[in-house]
């Protein structure tokens, strides 16, 4: 069974940091993108970074140049590193993988149970 499990979120000062962590383990023969999506209630859940298998990347517009996306393959963990928060950053992380559980099956998407961040003025 996949799970993505998430870590390193809090409460933070604004202007400070955070990096965020998401291991994913269980039966995963490759996965391509792996990245964070926020959600608010009552909305749909948005991206926030991805990054693909090969380093590409996306950001939302709201993060770019403050946060950064990176991932450790061999670990199957992607990382968020988040510099200067601000309040309205204030939210739950969802981590999310698309992945193959074996060599030619269908890919899915995985999600993790969140992660708060809390960013106070």
């Known amino acids: 069974q996949v799970q993505l499990v998430e870590s390193g979120g809090g409460l933070v000062q604004s202007g400070g940091s955070l990096r965020l962590s998401c291991a994913a383990s269980?039966?995963?023969?490759?996965?391509?993108?792996m990245g964070w999506y926020i959600q608010a209630p009552g909305k749909q859940r948005e991206l926030v970074a991805t990054?693909?298998?090969?380093?590409?990347?996306r950001y939302a517009d709201s993060v770019k140049g403050r946060f950064t996306i990176f991932r450790d393959n061999g670990k199957n963990t992607v990382y968020l590193q988040m510099n200067s928060l601000k309040p309205e950053d204030t939210a739950v992380y969802y981590c999310?993988?698309?992945?193959?559980?074996?060599?030619?099956?269908?890919?899915?998407?995985?999600w993790g149970q969140g992660t708060q961040v809390t960013v106070s003025s």
């Open positions: 999310y993988a698309y992945l193959q559980i074996y060599r030619d099956s269908y890919w899915r998407g995985y």
């Open positions: 269980g039966r995963i023969f490759s996965i391509n993108t």
């Open positions: 990054v693909t298998s090969g380093g590409s990347t």
